[in-house]
């Protein structure tokens, strides 16, 4: 698509916004002024005087000319943040609102775009809001749709309830096993096929245990404690019963744990769950784990390369009842390949039997990493999915279960969401405070992002491990100052200096 700024450059909103409604179509900037009517271009004006901001968005789409426009008060720009933030609003919704006269039908997320839309809600409540007000700045302002907005707003009523409780002296930790049994259809995830990676996987258990020590004596030294611990992936579970055990030995060995409230292992894959490696798990303190059906249909499971069947997910689960009463997670992808409405709901309801504590509803998101992208045939039509999301709200919410954390993501089916539930009392707060940057979360292994927040300014500075296991096995001197601004960073923000 041609894309024409007149007034301003703000290139970045009017692109993702593009994006949003226009997937297929790539920005340009000719010169000059717009005059093809062989290919889709759009002009966005914005206009500033002393009484008006205006944005105004002129759209070529299809043969047929659509307008919009979009203003805001002046005194809304009170500094030079809010008066981009304003002004990239009025540009975005101008061009928004003629791109949706274009297409005939609204996206669900409205103008929102990024992969975290409950920043907004709990920006306003901690900013003393009340919720009508922020349920109707989603709806008003940025044109989510009203069922989203009520995501939306519970999401962020647990995201503010935990902000409110994190001492400036605690982090939280992820610890990455980059490892899988088989590698899935959708996955774009830094993981390895444990089968051909198999030489690499006790040295990386050593290295691991080496990183694990040196940040907890980092981390004590300055003073600092563990909120939640988180070990993802991969599939942790891949290592040997052994294997974690030397993990989390280290863990408890070396980490400052002691006020540390939640942990939690990603099990994932059934396949790679023994009565031995959760017995490991629960002796380390481990409270909760993930086991991922995705779906409970045998032939789309074939399909993704999951490598096990429906029914050693039901194994797997009576294996985790005995070690940790029910308290686990459990996800599910609705849009695969194969899938219907009905065969969704089938899946909802055999999980539901199982009594997981938490339930997550993933939409299919095809990223560039994931083979399934190169045979998206089959890829079921965004009304199908918004049948099985809506589906599984409703069954949900009338089992008990409360949305606590969503996001978004590329290349998402229907340009929809992915929502965690909980039964009351079960909320896994990792996934809340790392989803919505609420702290310091300091990842070790291969593949990991640290992210140092401070919640002060909203400023995020990221630190990236070596992506893959041979090069993490080499990563030494970048590790240790990584661990060491961390650390340092931490100190200084507990210390408020």
Not at 97 to 121: E, F, I, N, S, Y
Request: with cysteine; net charge neutral.
């Amino acid at each position: 698509m041609d894309l024409y700024l007149q007034g301003h450059d703000y290139r970045y909103a009017v692109e993702q916004t593009m994006m949003v409604l226009f997937p297929g179509q790539l920005p340009r900037y000719p010169q000059g002024e717009p005059s093809q009517e062989d290919v889709p271009w759009a002009l966005v004006r914005l206009e500033r005087t002393l009484d008006l901001l205006e944005a105004q968005a002129t759209l070529w789409w299809q043969g047929r000319r659509h307008t919009a426009s979009c203003r805001a008060d002046p005194r809304e720009c009170t500094d030079p943040l809010s008066t981009r933030r304003v002004e990239q609003r009025v540009v975005r919704l101008a061009f928004y609102d003629a791109g949706v006269q274009a297409l005939g039908a609204a996206p669900p997320w409205g103008a929102l775009t990024g992969v975290r839309p409950v920043k907004l809600p709990t920006r306003m409540l901690a900013a003393g809001a009340g919720q009508d007000e922020a349920l109707s700045a989603l709806i008003q302002q940025y044109r989510v749709r009203p069922d989203r907005a009520q995501l939306a707003l519970a999401c962020a009523q647990a995201a503010l309830e935990i902000r409110q409780s994190l001492p400036r002296d605690e982090l939280s930790l992820y610890l990455g096993i980059p490892f899988c049994p088989t590698r899935c259809a959708y996955c774009s995830f830094i993981s390895s096929d444990v089968r051909g990676t198999l030489a690499l996987v006790e040295p990386y258990v050593d290295a691991l245990c080496r990183e694990i020590a040196l940040a907890g004596s980092l981390l004590s030294g300055a003073g600092l404690r563990l909120s939640t611990v988180y070990m993802g992936g991969g599939t942790p579970t891949t290592l040997s019963a052994g294997q974690l055990d030397r993990v989390l030995t280290a863990a408890r060995r070396h980490l400052p744990m002691d006020r540390c409230r939640e942990f939690t292992v990603e099990a994932g894959r059934p396949d790679t769950i023994t009565g031995d490696k959760l017995r490991v798990l629960r002796a380390h303190g481990v409270q909760r784990i993930s086991i991922n059906p995705q779906t409970m249909d045998d032939s789309i499971l074939c399909t993704l390369n999951r490598g096990h069947t429906a029914d050693e997910i039901r194994q797997a689960m009576a294996l985790a009842e005995d070690q940790f009463g029910g308290l686990v997670n459990m996800d599910l992808i609705a849009g695969l390949p194969g899938d219907s409405p009905d065969g969704f709901a089938h899946t909802l309801e055999q999980v539901l039997t199982l009594s997981p504590a938490n339930l997550t509803v993933h939409t299919l998101a095809l990223k560039k990493g994931a083979r399934l992208r190169e045979a998206s045939g089959g890829l079921c039509a965004p009304e199908a999915v918004a049948q099985m999301l809506l589906a599984a709200q409703e069954r949900l919410s009338a089992a008990g279960y409360q949305p606590y954390y969503l996001y978004r993501q590329k290349y998402m089916s229907g340009s929809f969401e992915n929502v965690g539930w909980c039964l009351p009392g079960t909320r896994c707060d990792y996934n809340v405070l790392m989803m919505e940057e609420l702290q310091t979360v300091l990842a070790l292994g291969a593949g990991g992002i640290t992210k140092l927040v401070n919640p002060d300014t909203g400023r995020i500075t990221r630190l990236s491990n070596p992506k893959y296991p041979k090069e993490y096995l080499a990563g030494g001197d970048r590790l240790e100052a990584h661990l060491r601004q961390a650390a340092d960073f931490q100190r200084r923000l507990a210390q408020g200096s």
